[in-house]
């Protein structure tokens, strides 16, 4: 009777350890996601302001 309340024991615990587990992926994917937001939003800034400096660039070489 011993055996079988331990390997029972075991498992919950088991089961107990791969939910701390899940919970941090699951946090840490969030935030990854959170970080990958960020970085698209930098980014389509950036190319926003280099199309823009694109822009006058191409003006000014005109009236040269």
């Keep these: ?3 079988p309340m331990c390997a029972v ?10 939910a701390v587990f899940a919970v941090r992926v699951f946090l840490e ?3 990854l996601g959170r ?3 960020e ?3 930098r980014i389509d800034r950036a190319a926003q302001d280099l199309e823009r400096a694109a822009v006058s660039a191409a003006r ?5």
């Design 39 to 41: 970085s698209a939003r």
């Design 60 to 64: 000014a070489a005109e009236t040269l």
């Design 29 to 31: 994917a969030r935030s």
């Design 9 to 18: 024991a075991l498992g919950f615990a088991g089961l107990a350890v791969l």
């Design 1 to 3: 009777m011993f055996w």
């Design 35 to 37: 970080q990958v937001a």
